[in-house]
């Protein structure tokens, strides 16, 4: 916080001859965060860690769907084409499906020409 008056805004500047503020106790912070709103919404001032929407991730989360959601899960993405293309024509299907499939969970510029 950044005291009013602060010289160049310093952050818990005190005027010479003010006494310091009064911090609450730790008592007093309990008290008052057991009404906070946890994982309340994306808003919310505290996230607890998990998989939950406004939850934060953990550090060390993959997307395999062990410890988080899968990306693309519940999309119906699919794919359409050869799984073991003949000719050039049929690779570009294969790829077109795949860039199609990939644009939906991720933010791709296509730069194919």
Known sequence: ???PNAPS????????GQPPP???TALEVNLLHTKDDVDGG???HHHTLGPGRNQAA???????GSNG????KDMGLALTGLKVPATVA???VLINSLY???SKVMDLRDART
Request: with cysteine; aromatic share 2%.
């Open 9 to 16: 805004g310093v952050v818990g500047y005190i005027p010479p």
């Open 100 to 102: 199609n499939a990939l």
């Open 90 to 92: 049929d690779c570009n």
């Open 69 to 72: 959601r899968l990306i693309g």
């Open 1 to 3: 916080m950044t005291t």
């Open 58 to 64: 953990t550090g060390l989360h993959i997307h395999d």
């Open 42 to 44: 994306q808003q919310s």
């Open 22 to 24: 009064s911090l609450p």
